[in-house]
């Protein structure tokens, strides 16, 4: 394309781009079958069982690289631009793993110890951090600081460098109205994160958690209340037996009586197993983001022990008072004190963005079009998926198997076409998405060509269930290019668009947008196997898929061709990934793949308060408002406890230093 006269004209461009379509793709008009079957066959092959829903840390996702990798080959494309090979590796942490010593022993101002025996009386808590300490005891309810509604169990104690002893759970659970009663759920005030999050903000120095009284309680009376019942059917049936009519009632009366029996049995057996106070296992709890402190999860028989000693209250009376009142009852524990030592180690995977490249031809041969998609999914359930409890292979169709294929039938399309486009196009393949964009948060980290000469980014997710012909485009708004552009492509792929300005969203190309970098994504919307063990690939609309092939290949060849490069344009808009609610506006970015001390950020909303405030990419917000933070959760809930129009100080770490800033709130964003 040397001798482009109207530089400036981008119908030019898309008649190029319109003329090379036709002349190179190999889907010649209407006959596209050969295109849909590798589509086909990679959705199917990456989203079977043998891929195990390519979790992390799964051998699944390995397996996923490796094929990926194996199609960049076949496509002819540079698989050695990461030190060799198409391989960017990095490490993240899944987890933790309990190691030795783990110790904990109250001691009373009058001589008395109670030692703990561990997964008796005490066990160490995987959101925690490793950490000893010998400090006072204070006692501090629920653990909950609320302004709506009002209630607040940190108010009449100080926790700082103290050991703060908490309840699960809320008050008047027993309430259908309690303060706490939610429609669907818990409270986020039950979560434990939030508890140990509340008591780090306060500087506190470890944090004991007790189950409540009431849901071990609760799970032993409705057992009672259904034995009852059972024995009830087991005196009915025998009724019917003794007053049989005849051989046919006598027969049914039996059967009635040994489903009886059998339920009275089955309701003894669970009142039998019931552990009304079981130790938080290992591994349960979620994980914290960010720094944290020693946390043990206590029995209700030594949480007594000291309540008794010291305050001369049981665990329950205390429970009884604050449901009856609706008032905190925290109180120093004086005289006592908790001495003990946690150690766990956190658990890392590596895990790799698998990037291939086309490299360009002439003067713009240094600019690069980036074109991605992630590759990994929620594997097994867990963390991520919307199917509670399950441990079913989450296939991941459509999340993210048709964006992959996607990516791969786009790279065997350019591999196979000569002339080669003026600028580089570099085909990554993302791990980690579904953990908080950590592969596109890596590679932006650690580009392998330069972020300035990086002149877009076109991303996949989510595009194997096309309604008929509708597709989302996010990130129109990100450069003046993309509008006319998509009039043309789209409607020469028969395709209805809908459009979304903003750069930031939920996927891949936020990492990029964050990184003044024009983006689009592409996206088919979302359906009822989100996330779900069946999202399969028999529900994956092909010919969709090949429209959005066909779009994107114009896409890329009219960023890689066109003289100008796209300009970038700021877009007001707010990061997904900032949880909303009932938070005022702030406008950070978090960066999930940093392993700081803080709450790091990955960049700012354009127009956010925070934007307006200073803050920058990079920064680590390690206080708000007074309030420690260590992560993302300290985060959220110390912007909770203020409201808009508020001026807050935030305190970040920038280039080795604090820089303290003012920001003032605004409304929050729905
Ligand atoms: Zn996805």
Redesign the pocket.
């Known amino acids: 394309m040397p001798n482009l006269s109207c530089r400036r004209n981008k119908s030019a461009v898309c008649l190029v781009v319109l003329a090379i379509g036709v002349l190179t793709s190999s889907s010649i008009a209407g006959d596209n079958s050969g295109e849909i079957d590798r589509l086909r066959t990679d959705v199917q092959t990456l989203a079977s069982d043998d891929f195990e829903g390519r979790g992390v840390g799964t051998a699944g996702l390995e397996k996923a690289a490796e094929y990926v990798r194996n199609a960049f080959v076949g496509a002819g494309l540079d698989v050695t631009v990461a030190g060799g090979d198409p391989y960017q590796e990095f490490e993240i942490t899944t987890g933790s793993q309990l190691t030795e010593p783990n110790t904990l022993a109250f001691n009373g101002a009058n001589g008395q110890t109670i030692d703990l025996k561990y997964d008796a009386d005490f066990r160490t808590c995987s959101f925690g951090d490793p950490g000893t300490f010998d400090a006072e005891i204070v006692f501090c309810g629920y653990g909950i600081e609320s302004t709506d509604p009002p209630y607040n169990d940190f108010e009449a104690v100080d926790v700082k460098d103290k050991v703060v002893l908490v309840i699960r759970r809320t008050p008047q659970q027993k309430h259908e109205n309690g303060l706490f009663a939610v429609a669907h759920g818990a409270s986020r005030h039950a979560s434990l994160t939030t508890k140990v999050s509340q008591a780090f903000q306060r500087g506190a120095a470890a944090v004991l958690v007790v189950n409540d009284v009431f849901t071990g309680r609760n799970e032993r009376e409705q057992l009672e209340s259904q034995l009852k019942e059972a024995e009830a059917e087991v005196l009915a049936a025998a009724d019917q037996l003794v007053d049989a009519a005849d051989v046919a009632d006598a027969d049914l009366a039996k059967s009635a009586l040994e489903t009886a029996v059998r339920h009275v049995r089955d309701v003894r057996d669970m009142l039998g197993k019931l552990n009304a106070d079981p130790l938080i296992a290992f591994g349960y709890g979620g994980s914290r983001t960010g720094k944290s402190l020693p946390v043990f999860s206590i029995s209700q028989a030594v949480c007594n022990q000291l309540l008794v000693e010291s305050i001369g209250k049981s665990q329950s009376q205390i429970e009884d008072e604050i449901d009856a009142t609706g008032k905190p009852q925290s109180v120093a524990l004086t005289g006592w004190t908790a001495a003990g030592q946690a150690s766990l180690k956190p658990v890392t995977v590596e895990i790799k963005n698998v990037i291939g490249v086309l490299e360009g031809e002439g003067p713009l041969a240094d600019e690069t079009v980036v074109i991605g998609a ?1 590759y990994d999914h929620v594997g097994f359930g867990g963390e991520g998926s919307l199917a509670p409890g399950s441990t079913e292979i989450h296939n991941g169709a459509d ?2 198997a048709s964006g992959t294929a996607a990516l791969l039938e786009l790279a065997r399309r350019f591999g196979e076409r000569t002339p080669r486009l003026p600028r580089r196009l570099v085909f990554i393949a993302f791990t980690g ?2 953990r908080g964009l950590l592969g596109s948060a890596e590679y932006v980290k650690e580009p392998l060509f330069a972020l300035d000469k990086t002149v877009a980014m076109l991303n996949m ?2 595009v194997g269930r096309m309604d008929g012909q509708k597709l989302t485009v996010f990130g129109t708004g990100t450069s003046p290019v993309w509008d006319g552009w998509l009039d043309e492509f789209g409607g020469a792929a028969g395709l209805e668009l809908s459009r979304k300005p903003e750069g930031l969203g939920p ?1 891949d190309h936020q990492s990029f947008y964050t990184a003044k970098i024009p983006v689009l994504h592409l996206f088919s919307g979302t359906h009822s196997d989100y996330h779900r063990p069946t999202d399969d690939s028999e529900k994956i609309n092909y010919d969709g898929m090949a429209s959005v092939v066909e779009l994107v290949d114009k896409l890329i060849v009219a960023t890689a061709t066109d003289p100008d490069r796209p300009a970038y344009v700021e877009v007001q808009g707010r990061s997904s990934m900032e949880r909303d609610g009932s938070r005022p506006y702030f406008g950070s970015i978090p960066d999930f793949s940093a392993d700081a001390e803080g709450y790091a950020i990955q960049g700012v909303a354009p127009g956010s308060p925070a934007a307006k405030a200073g803050l920058e990419g990079k920064d680590i917000i390690v206080r708000l408002g007074g309030h420690r933070i260590a992560g993302l959760d300290d985060f959220d809930l110390a912007l909770r406890k203020f409201s808009a129009g508020q001026q807050v100080e935030v305190v970040v770490i920038r280039g080795g230093g604090e820089v303290t800033l003012t920001v003032t709130l605004a409304v929050p964003r729905g």
């Open positions: 992630h999340d993210n998405e579904e997710d989510m996927s």
